[in-house]
């Protein structure tokens, strides 16, 4: 009732932009930081494979790679515009998640209570 | 990996800015300090951003003096000067001390808007639910 594939792809999803958000967070803090690379967080296409094979959604885990934008003279790469928009982006993303899951669940107890 | 992350780790970028700002006012406020030949300038501190050990956010790394020889300057009249008329002033430059002071505010406003858009979303999270 809990692990069909909607709810499953959903709770990963808000796994992944969790993860996205906290990888946005220390790109930030690090903007200053010499030789820091920038990481960004890559999940979508992995469960969006997973979906379309009918493989469990449960299985797709975030993947962490480094960003491949030039450096800056300090060696840092990270670049606060896309880091701020991908940031705004990764919100609004995640609250939709959320209401989504909300959805389901309220459906569900809906289902449980009688209406 | 604490329950709201991402506030924690803008919370250190915050911090890391924070303590360049001091650094770099306070470079600023000894610009002109005057001191003997015999002793050393004023060194300016400049703050080394680095990651934090655990992974999470950033930290000051360490701090980078600046020159303790300083400028020679004559100024015969000035109560310090030597018997040449020479005293110490601090080789700090005000341009890129203040280039340093908008870049550290710029990076201290950006991870304060961190903190900001991360709570909306764990705002959400809460409410989920309800």
């Known amino acids: ?45 992995a469960l969006s494979t997973a979906v379309d094979h009918g493989a469990s959604p449960s299985s ?3 993947s962490v790679q ?25 919100t609004m993303r995640y609250q939709l998640t959320l209401r989504a899951l909300d959805s389901k669940y309220s459906m569900l107890r809906t289902a449980i209570t009688g209406g | 990996m604490s329950t709201f992350n991402a506030i924690g ?22 610009i002109d300090n005057v001191t003997r030949t015999s002793d050393k300038a004023f060194q300016a ?5 680095q990651e934090a050990q655990d992974g999470n956010g950033a930290q000051v790394g360490g701090v980078a003096l600046g020159s303790a020889e300083g400028v020679l300057v004559h100024e015969p009249d000035n ?7 020479y005293v110490r002033r601090p080789d700090i430059d ?12 710029r990076a201290y406003q950006a991870n304060l808007s961190v903190v900001d858009r ?3 979303s764990y705002t959400a999270a809460i409410n989920l639910g309800k």
């Open chain 2, 118 to 120: 991360a709570k909306d």
């Open chain 2, 9 to 30: 780790v803008a919370a250190s970028g915050v911090t890391v800015y924070r303590k360049w700002l001091d650094a770099v006012s306070d470079n600023i406020a000894n």
């Open chain 2, 45 to 49: 501190r400049y703050v080394i951003a």
């Open chain 2, 94 to 105: 005000l341009g890129s001390q203040m280039a340093q002071l908008m870049m550290a505010q």
């Open chain 1, 1 to 45: 009732m809990f692990n069909d594939v909607s709810s499953s792809a959903l709770r990963v999803a808000v796994a992944g932009l969790s993860a996205r958000q906290t990888a946005i967070a220390q790109n930030i803090a690090n903007i200053e930081t010499p030789g820091y690379q920038a990481r960004k967080v890559k999940f979508e296409e």
């Open chain 1, 60 to 62: 797709v885990t975030p």
């Open chain 1, 66 to 90: 480094n960003s491949l934008e030039p450096s800056r003279l300090n060696g840092s790469n990270v670049n606060l515009d896309e880091e701020t928009l991908s940031h705004v982006d990764t």
């Open chain 2, 79 to 85: 109560p310090l000067a030597d018997t040449q008329g």
